[in-house]
């Protein structure tokens, strides 16, 4: 079972094909919309036209007499039922996440009832369900419920909603702020930069955009009349036991009294972790017309009522002295939450990193947050860290301009160096470990940063203007901290995972067994993962913050030293020999110095059959590891992007593209570089192309289609070059940090200080997200005609 390396095949750090692959591109998949149940309903939601308007009445008479239509539901009926409010709890996470101190009162968590009964507050949120026969009677049935709306002001920006006389959208949330929070040291930092030669000040905004995930979401609810059984069939990066406690908190009834299962999910990046409102109300519909209720997403409802991220808008200066130190770092991040404050961790994140890897002595931020007549925003892939890093990145970058100082070069003297981990950082987030110099060196000798010039020059030539940028970044992987894992070790020759962790397409099946087979010897192929049925997990937290493998390579690991120690045990009992005298090595426990020897499937074999063992050995050859882990780990890394522009028509062109990330030890390398890949698309389309547009006047969502909402696609990409630094984390087992989202991380600022350094002999400092053709050409014609 090992490769001519030694290593053990299809273990820690190989690069094994992911042995789901076959079963979804042959079409083996089983996806929301795969669930079929016998006398199956389907719904339509009626979802609100205005982005702020008094619900005065529903008259659902035309559509309960339509034929086919089952029940319409309203926000009256859903408040009679006694039904509760989701539990969003966007509270303050405890550490290792940073400690942000209140500047104001304490964080303010909306009620949000999955149909309001008084007040819809964006639009596309729901004011009505219909159940019927079939998808095209629902949506007729749609058309005929008769909603009277009284329209009220909406705001759509952060910015506007915390003026003075804007519209309040909660009576509970004064001038619409829901959280005030501050970290750092306001004096230190005021005194820092009394004493600093250079300032630089950056105003922007990370702009709103959405997960759009290749699968909508489908959902179906199944109540079962004689056992008050609830069973929900959907997608959730949470996981299943998360879902299924707040489901059975809404519906008032016991967790054991709630099912949910999902099958293979089509994409999250964050957008399906937070509970949705159609999970409750199609639990609570089926029930009441005592049969399956199924919904499907389309786009145009994706894009009106999934949740959404990002939209923050950020002042923010960085200090230097004369040799081009930092000094200090301040400013204040404002986070739109949209119409229901869902999570404040977006928010709380990126306040404890806006030092990003840099020797920064100290830091003050403030970080507000407030709601708006938009779609709910929630952690989005890398939540809250793009943000900030886009902030610090582009700051550097201004600073080397104002110094002329090569931005590399500036960045290279304010590293933190590796001899200085763990490194306290002025927010007071505690770095686990890393060597950032030599990852931007690595990065810049595979990007030919010093070679740039001649480039330069070439494209000149050719007439267009090239740029290269580079962007560090860190990340904080934390997230829920309790994970469970159940192996069990078959006397069929299988063994069994289960884990409460979700995968939408992060290869779980494949890196979770390769844990398994490098430390139980077994087959990688006899290796089944169970991870989407509340009938089999007990436990667990979903996958976000890059928490899944970090917290799976601890408690897998002591999962399978209980059963090797448990094995141990039985064989030395069929072997006829003491514990102390069994090896254990390769799926065989040998007694030492001889031949004899037994596998860890015949072992099980006798657990599971012998009746002469001591009666703690009897039965199934497993283990169970349920640990909470409260520890954060720290990926890092640099990307540098080189892009040319048209002066002429502003369209931007990225040709090279080069990322180095510190992943810890990679488990699976190709998997990890996949996700590198994929994260830099999602970087890249923000800082392109992708916008959730809203009219600030009316509220209404004017990017609700692929026709307004524009995408990265293959052909914009040259050949992504990545490299994997693998400095241990000391925070588990493995040294595993995290491959999940730092493609995405540091990209927004990549690609800017790239576009940005391409017309800087224009004159141009600056350019919003997204930079399209249109935002790149006024920004030159601005610099031309000294604006």
């Known amino acids: 079972m090992h490769t001519s390396s030694g290593k053990v095949a299809?273990?820690?750090?190989?690069?094994?094909?992911?042995?789901?692959?076959?079963?979804?591109?042959?079409?083996?998949?089983?996806?929301?919309?795969?669930?079929?149940?016998?006398?199956?309903?389907?719904?339509?939601?009626?979802?609100?036209?205005?982005?702020?308007?008094?619900?005065?009445?529903?008259?659902?008479?035309?559509?309960?007499?339509?034929?086919?239509?089952?029940?319409?539901?309203?926000?009256?009926?859903?408040?009679?039922?006694?039904?509760?409010?989701?539990?969003?709890?966007?509270?303050?996470?405890?550490?290792?996440?940073?400690?942000?101190?209140?500047?104001?009162?304490?964080?303010?968590?909306?009620?949000?009832?999955?149909?309001?009964?008084?007040?819809?507050?964006?639009?596309?949120?729901?004011?009505?369900?219909?159940?019927?026969?079939?998808?095209?009677?629902?949506?007729?049935?749609?058309?005929?419920?008769?909603?009277?709306?009284?329209?009220?002001?909406?705001?759509?920006?952060?910015?506007?909603?915390?003026?003075?006389?804007?519209?309040?959208?909660?009576?509970?949330?004064?001038?619409?702020?829901?959280?005030?929070?501050?970290v750092g040291d306001e004096k230190a930092t005021a005194d820092a930069f009394a004493r600093a030669v250079h300032l630089v000040r950056l105003d922007t905004w990370a702009q709103r955009v959405t997960g759009v995930p290749m699968e909508p979401r489908t959902i179906t609810a199944d109540y079962e009349p004689g056992s008050g059984q609830y069973t929900l069939y959907t997608g959730s990066g949470r996981g299943v036991a998360k879902m299924r406690t707040d489901l059975a908190q809404i519906l008032g009834v016991q967790a054991e009294r709630v099912r949910c299962v999902c099958g293979d999910m089509g994409g999250n990046f964050g957008t399906r972790n937070l509970f949705y409102p159609e999970y409750a109300l199609l639990a609570w519909a089926s029930r009441l017309v005592g049969r399956p209720v199924k919904w499907t997403c389309e786009r145009s409802d994706s894009f009106l009522s999934d949740w959404q991220g990002r939209d923050l808008t950020v002042t923010a200066e960085l200090a230097l002295d004369e040799h081009g130190n930092f000094l200090a770092i301040r400013g204040s991040n404002l986070s739109n939450l949209g119409g229901h404050a869902t999570a404040f961790g977006p928010l709380q994140k990126g306040i404890g990193l806006m030092s990003n890897v840099y020797a920064i002595p100290t830091v003050h931020f403030r970080g507000h947050g407030a709601v708006t007549n938009t779609v709910p925003t929630t952690p989005y892939r890398s939540a809250g860290r793009p943000e900030a890093i886009f902030v610090v990145e582009r700051l550097v970058d201004l600073a080397a301009d104002q110094l002329g100082i090569d931005p590399a070069e500036l960045r290279r003297r304010n590293l933190i160096p590796p001899t200085a981990q763990p490194f306290t950082n002025p927010a007071g987030l505690t770095y686990d470990s890393g060597d950032y110099p030599a990852a931007m060196a690595t990065g810049l000798a595979l990007a030919d940063w010093d070679g740039f010039p001649i480039r330069r020059e070439a494209a000149r030539r050719r007439g267009r203007r090239r740029g290269i940028g580079v962007a560090n970044y860190i990340e904080i992987t934390a997230g829920v901290p309790r994970e469970r894992a159940e192996i069990t070790v078959l006397p069929a020759g299988r063994v069994e995972l289960v884990m409460g962790t979700m995968a939408s397409g992060q290869g779980h099946e494949t890196s979770?067994?390769?844990?398994?087979?490098?430390?139980?010897?077994?087959?990688?192929?006899?290796?089944?993962?169970?991870?989407?049925?509340?009938?089999?997990?007990?436990?667990?937290?979903?996958?976000?913050?890059?928490?899944?493998?970090?917290?799976?390579?601890?408690?897998?690991?002591?999962?399978?030293?209980?059963?090797?120690?448990?094995?141990?045990?039985?064989?030395?009992?069929?072997?006829?020999?003491?514990?102390?005298?069994?090896?254990?090595?390769?799926?065989?426990?040998?007694?030492?110095?001889?031949?004899?020897?037994?596998?860890?499937?015949?072992?099980?074999?006798?657990?599971?059959?012998?009746?002469?063992?001591?009666?703690?050995l009897q039965g199934p050859l497993a283990a169970v590891s349920d640990q909470a882990l409260p520890v954060a780990s720290f990926p890092y890394g640099t990307q540098i992007c080189e892009v040319e522009v048209d002066a002429e028509t502003g369209a931007v062109e990225i040709v090279d593209y080069t990322a180095v990330d510190d992943v810890g030890r990679a488990v699976n390398p190709m998997i990890v570089h996949g996700q590198t890949h994929g994260g830099i698309a999602q970087g890249v389309g923000q800082a392109l192309l992708e916008h959730s547009h809203y009219d600030p006047k009316t509220g209404q969502v004017l990017a609700a289609s692929f026709m307004d909402y524009a995408m990265p696609r293959a052909d914009i990409f040259p050949a992504l070059k990545t490299a994997l630094s693998e400095v241990p984390s000391p925070t588990n087992r493995l040294g595993v940090r995290s491959g999940g989202e730092g493609g995405t991380t540091p990209a927004l600022a990549a690609v800017i200080n790239a576009i940005v350094d391409a017309l800087s002999e224009l004159g141009v400092r600056h350019v919003e997200m997204p930079a399209t053709p249109e935002r790149v050409w006024r920004a030159i014609q601005a610099a031309r005609n000294g604006a």
Not at 57 to 77: R, S
């Open 512 to 616: 979770f067994a390769q844990l398994v087979t490098e430390w139980l010897g077994v087959p990688f192929d006899n290796i089944d993962y169970v991870a989407h049925d509340t009938a089999r997990v007990a436990a667990g937290g979903g996958s976000h913050s890059g928490r899944s493998m970090k917290l799976a390579a601890t408690i897998v690991g002591e999962a399978t030293d209980d059963i090797i120690a448990k094995g141990r045990k039985i064989a030395g009992h069929l072997l006829e020999t003491g514990e102390a005298d069994i090896e254990f090595a390769e799926g065989c426990y040998r007694v030492a110095g001889t031949d004899r020897e037994i596998g860890l499937f015949e072992v099980a074999q006798a657990a599971a059959t012998r009746s002469d063992l001591p009666a703690e």
């Open 10 to 182: 299809n273990g820690i750090g190989q690069p094994v094909r992911r042995k789901e692959d076959f079963r979804l591109l042959t079409g083996r998949g089983r996806f929301g919309d795969d669930i079929v149940l016998p006398r199956q309903t389907q719904t339509g939601f009626v979802r609100s036209p205005y982005a702020h308007a008094r619900i005065v009445a529903v008259d659902k008479t035309a559509a309960l007499a339509a034929p086919g239509v089952l029940a319409v539901l309203t926000g009256a009926d859903y408040a009679a039922a006694g039904l509760g409010p989701i539990p969003h709890n966007p509270g303050l996470s405890a550490p290792p996440d940073v400690q942000a101190r209140l500047s104001g009162a304490p964080p303010i968590a909306t009620r949000h009832y999955p149909l309001p009964a008084d007040r819809a507050r964006f639009v596309g949120e729901p004011v009505a369900l219909v159940v019927a026969e079939t998808i095209a009677v629902a949506k007729d049935a749609v058309e005929l419920v008769d909603v009277t709306y009284e329209p009220l002001p909406a705001v759509v920006r952060a910015a506007d909603a915390i003026a003075p006389d804007a519209p309040g959208l909660w009576d509970e949330a004064p001038a619409n702020v829901c959280i005030d929070i501050e």
